[in-house]
């Protein structure tokens, strides 16, 4: 059977069922195929299943692309406020959480209800359980399933990136990228928990659930937020931050006492320069048993003006040189992918394929934690289907 469409949107997620609705209201013949057997899964389980579907202050910045002005483009077009009037057409109630965060009062269900019903009111075929083999390109775009061939002028490649794979993650937009002749951005796992050096793991992970407030920096970046040990490493927002700039072999700097000085108890002469001073003083800004466990390993070996400086530079720069990551299992996104310059930044279509585009997380544009990423599906899927 051949089924022949305006657009075939590969890929039933956010940025997926943006594209299809904003090309449907235009008019556009549009149909999405999607593999599994319903839509938005990885909407479903985000923000433990309440959907962190935008932030107020997403900008370009919040984006990690080999060329960082690529998403500047696409988020002016179709910005937080434009996604929040849609939500609140739809009546969702949401609440913002810190840094902007907009979350669903009840569930993520909400906001994939609320696209498959904008995917309705615009004409769009949906396609589940749709498995492609091979994609070709004659006159037109020729997509091959087990049962069926659909054709259309135009295609729009929107199948995500590697992470979190027990919901259907493959590299198939990739590859699918290369056989077009498009080049791409080594992928990685990003947003994701780091693993601490056997050593590191030996002394710290028993201390799994405990978190505190810190910085950490690396590349360049750094990020003010929770830090939480766990079994295996490190893992909280701070950590998922600066996960999408940390490489191999590069430390980590974590300031475990922001803007704190924890050595000035002792400019006091009167106060004893003893490790029990040290520890209750450490203790006032760290977890009992961190602080403990961390000073275990950095007791000063003298209690001159200059040891105590050095130790309150190793407070505010502890290096960690992680073993790795988690791996895609537990990573929120995935940083690479299809090379923003293969692609026009305005519409999201191919330089050199006319007719193909790519958007969402398959491009090499990663957000910060907190609903950025969401943001850039919508933002993307926006932008292609509105130049279909």
């Given at each position: 059977?051949?089924?022949s469409?305006?657009?075939?949107?590969?890929g039933?997620?956010?940025?997926g069922?943006?594209?299809?609705?904003?090309?449907?209201?235009?008019?556009?013949?549009?149909?999405?195929?999607?593999?599994?057997?319903?839509?938005?899964?990885?909407?479903?389980?985000?923000?433990?299943?309440?959907?962190?579907?935008?932030?107020?202050h997403?900008?370009f910045?919040n984006?990690?692309?080999?060329?960082?002005?690529?998403a500047?483009?696409?988020?002016?077009?179709?910005t937080?406020?434009d996604?929040?009037a849609?939500?609140?057409k739809?009546?969702?109630p949401y609440?913002?959480?810190?840094?902007?965060?907009?979350f669903?009062?009840?569930?993520a269900?909400?906001?994939?209800?609320?696209?498959?019903?904008?995917?309705s009111?615009?004409?769009?075929?949906?396609?589940l359980s749709?498995?492609?083999?091979?994609?070709?390109r004659?006159?037109?775009f020729?997509?091959?399933?087990?049962?069926?061939e659909?054709?259309?002028?135009t295609?729009?490649?929107?199948?995500g990136?590697?992470?979190?794979?027990?919901?259907?993650a493959?590299?198939f937009?990739?590859?699918?990228?290369?056989?077009?002749g498009?080049?791409?951005?080594?992928?990685?796992?990003a947003?994701?928990?780091l693993?601490?050096?056997?050593?590191?793991?030996?002394?710290?992970?028993?201390?799994?659930?405990?978190?505190?407030?810190?910085?950490?920096?690396?590349?360049?970046?750094?990020?003010r937020e929770?830090?939480?040990?766990?079994?295996?490493?490190l893992s909280?927002?701070?950590?998922l931050?600066?996960?999408?700039?940390?490489?191999?072999?590069?430390p980590?700097?974590?300031?475990?006492?922001?803007?704190?000085?924890?050595?000035?108890?002792?400019?006091?002469a009167?106060?004893?320069?003893?490790?029990?001073?040290?520890?209750?003083e450490?203790?006032?800004f760290?977890?009992?048993?961190?602080a403990?466990?961390?000073?275990?390993?950095?007791i000063?070996?003298?209690?001159?003006?200059q040891?105590?400086?050095?130790?309150e530079k190793?407070?505010?720069?502890w290096?960690?040189?992680?073993?790795g990551?988690?791996?895609?299992?537990k990573a929120?996104?995935?940083?690479?992918?299809?090379?923003?310059?293969?692609?026009?930044?305005?519409?999201?279509?191919?330089?050199?394929?006319p007719?193909?585009?790519?958007?969402?997380?398959?491009?090499?544009v990663?957000?910060?934690?907190?609903?950025?990423?969401?943001?850039?599906?919508w933002s993307?899927g926006?932008?292609?289907g509105?130049?279909?």
């Amino acid at each position: 059977m051949t089924h022949s469409f305006d657009a075939l949107i590969l890929g039933g997620g956010a940025a997926g069922l943006m594209c299809a609705i904003e090309a449907g209201k235009r008019g556009r013949r549009v149909a999405v195929l999607e593999r599994a057997d319903r839509l938005g899964k990885k909407i479903l389980i985000s923000g433990g299943g309440r959907c962190n579907f935008t932030n107020l202050h997403s900008r370009f910045e919040n984006f990690l692309s080999s060329n960082p002005h690529f998403a500047k483009s696409a988020i002016a077009r179709y910005t937080p406020a434009d996604f929040i009037a849609l939500v609140e057409k739809h009546g969702i109630p949401y609440h913002e959480k810190t840094l902007g965060q907009l979350f669903c009062d009840r569930s993520a269900r909400d906001i994939l209800a609320m696209l498959e019903g904008e995917c309705s009111a615009a004409g769009v075929t949906i396609f589940l359980s749709t498995k492609i083999e091979r994609v070709q390109r004659t006159t037109a775009f020729v997509v091959h399933t087990p049962d069926a061939e659909f054709r259309a002028p135009t295609l729009v490649v929107a199948t995500g990136g590697l992470s979190i794979p027990k919901i259907g993650a493959t590299s198939f937009g990739y590859d699918l990228a290369r056989q077009f002749g498009l080049s791409i951005r080594e992928p990685r796992p990003a947003l994701v928990p780091l693993t601490f050096s056997a050593e590191d793991c030996a002394h710290y992970c028993d201390l799994a659930g405990v978190s505190a407030e810190a910085i950490a920096s690396c590349a360049g970046q750094h990020f003010r937020e929770k830090m939480l040990i766990t079994h295996r490493g490190l893992s909280g927002p701070v950590i998922l931050q600066i996960s999408s700039y940390w490489k191999n072999l590069q430390p980590i700097l974590i300031d475990l006492a922001p803007d704190q000085k924890v050595t000035s108890v002792f400019r006091d002469a009167k106060v004893p320069r003893n490790q029990s001073t040290l520890r209750a003083e450490l203790r006032k800004f760290l977890p009992q048993r961190f602080a403990d466990r961390w000073l275990d390993r950095h007791i000063p070996t003298s209690w001159t003006n200059q040891a105590l400086s050095d130790l309150e530079k190793q407070i505010h720069s502890w290096p960690v040189l992680p073993s790795g990551t988690e791996g895609y299992e537990k990573a929120e996104v995935t940083a690479g992918g299809v090379n923003t310059d293969e692609l026009l930044a305005k519409s999201m279509e191919a330089r050199k394929v006319p007719g193909l585009f790519f958007i969402g997380e398959v491009v090499d544009v990663t957000g910060h934690l907190g609903g950025h990423n969401f943001q850039w599906a919508w933002s993307s899927g926006a932008a292609a289907g509105r130049a279909l």
